[in-house]
């Protein structure tokens, strides 16, 4: 069985643990020979690092691991996977992507809303130095990028790299869904057929088969409609996330065709989340206070005592978990089923074939395969078409250099609409990202 060389592009990122610990369960199943974390903030990466040591010594020692801030150690020649987990701007400015829209009077979210726009604008440009980096070296590299505003950055790479066909767009959180359908539904994930359209996070569940072909949709929907919705690993979650989770009753009970992605509350009830959010204590010091603190200690408890048998520093292990799965589909040409990002062509026949949509599709090794969807409402069909003007005009605003798309893309965005008020944050969000965003004309 061939033995992979793998990157992972943000090292030091907090979910690292969850992907080294999902890499040794499944090292029978995804044998990797070398493995390199590859972060540009050397003092985040370390801590991982040197916890990743520790636990592949115990658990993998056959794998060759180093990390680097080195992208030319990093990026080599014999590449097969590299794993992009990268936040341009670290917490600091995700921080400001909440707090100045907060400031205003508008939601502070680090991939919705005017906090999406400036996140997504300040991630282009550092994905597409990365394709460059990973091309320059390897033409065949699998690149899955699974945490950046997915949604601008697959509009944006589509745009700069149309004939790649080994980039590939993909969320955790449809994972995260189909993970808490099956607790409440006594299924395991992988046993679900999804039936699902959209674009990252704005996307709507409207099927749920099990193996025997059963739609089990309807009776998820009771279990929520009677019970409310947490997600499957409530006990690691910080608050704010229940609250996301619990806002799916209110969706489902208001527009009871499909079942939706949690980020959709944003755009659905802007006011009625606003009233929720401390503009003064975001998710950002959120996880700052909780998962963060609580990662970076276990690792320095493990390395401290010389061993990473007993700890506890794995938190949420779909995000590490899914990609390997993914990657594995892609090695052995599995065909298993994602959701994934992918130029519409098509497959949701009433948008914008150039839309870069979220649906199911069999992963193989010549890439996805996705499952049409055909026809959908009105009212999803206008929902998205605004919100996909929206990344478009994000894309277009970054490689113009337009201060006028920038402004119509926001104007356009659910959760700002009036242009006063667009202008108004655009003009804080340029200030807050001097030296992160080309300067707009």
């Known amino acids: 069985m061939k ?29 990797i020979k070398r493995l390199v974390m590859y972060d540009i903030d050397a003092n985040r990466q370390q801590k991982i690092g040197e916890f990743a040591k520790i636990l592949l010594k115990e658990e993998y020692p056959e794998v060759h691991f180093s990390y680097t801030t080195d992208k030319a150690k990093a990026f080599t020649e014999d590449i097969d996977f590299v794993l992009c987990q990268m936040r341009t701007g670290g917490y600091a400015m995700r921080e400001k992507d909440e707090k100045v829209p907060l400031s205003m009077g508008l939601i502070g979210q680090e991939t919705c809303g005017p906090g999406g726009f400036a996140y997504g604008m300040r991630s282009i440009g550092d994905m597409i130095e990365l394709v460059n980096d990973v091309r320059a070296k390897s033409k065949d590299a699998w690149i899955l990028n699974y945490t ?43 046993d679900f057929e999804p039936v699902y359209f959209g674009l990252n996070h704005f996307g709507w569940f409207t099927n749920l088969y099990d193996t025997e072909g059963n739609d089990l949709l309807p009776e998820l929907r009771k279990k929520i409609l009677d019970g409310g919705f947490r997600p499957a690993d409530a006990e690691q979650r910080d608050q704010s996330w229940l609250d ?38 975001t998710r950002t010091n959120e996880v700052q206070a909780g998962r963060e603190k609580r990662v970076f200690k276990d690792c320095a408890l493990a390395v401290e005592a010389g061993t990473a048998k007993d700890c506890d520093v794995v938190q949420n292990d779909a995000h590490g978990e899914f990609i390997l799965f993914v990657a594995e589909s892609i ?34 090794a010549n890439g996805p395969r996705p499952f049409a969807v055909g026809e959908i409402p009105t009212f ?24 006028g798309k920038a402004l119509q893309a926001l104007t356009l965005n659910r959760t700002v609409v009036s242009a006063a008020q667009a202008r108004k944050v655009l003009d804080a969000l340029i200030d807050a990202n001097k030296g992160y965003w080309p300067e707009l004309n």
């Open 244 to 281: 996301t989770y619990a806002m799916v009753e209110q969706i489902v009970r208001d527009f009871p065709d499909y079942l939706p992605n949690t980020y959709l509350q944003y755009y659905l009830y802007p006011d009625q989340v606003l009233k929720k959010l401390n503009p003064d204590f």
């Open 148 to 190: 950046n505003p997915a949604a601008i950055v697959a509009v944006a790479l589509k745009e700069v790299f149309p004939k790649d066909n080994r980039i590939l767009n993909i969320c955790d959180q449809p994972e995260n869904l189909l993970r808490s359908y099956g607790k409440l539904l006594g299924v395991h994930e992988r």
């Open 380 to 403: 999803y069909k206008g929902l998205i078409e605004a919100q996909y003007a929206y990344e478009k005009l994000t894309v277009e605003a970054y490689l113009e250099k337009s201060y």
């Open 331 to 364: 090695a052995y040409n599995k065909g298993n089923n994602f959701i994934v990002i992918l130029k519409n062509d098509g497959l949701v026949s009433n948008l914008p074939e150039d839309a870069m949509v979220e649906v199911a599709a069999s992963i193989t």
């Open 3 to 31: 033995k992979f060389n793998v990157v992972i592009v943000g090292g030091g990122s907090t979910f690292t643990p969850g992907l080294l610990k999902g890499m040794c369960s499944r090292k029978d199943t995804f044998p």
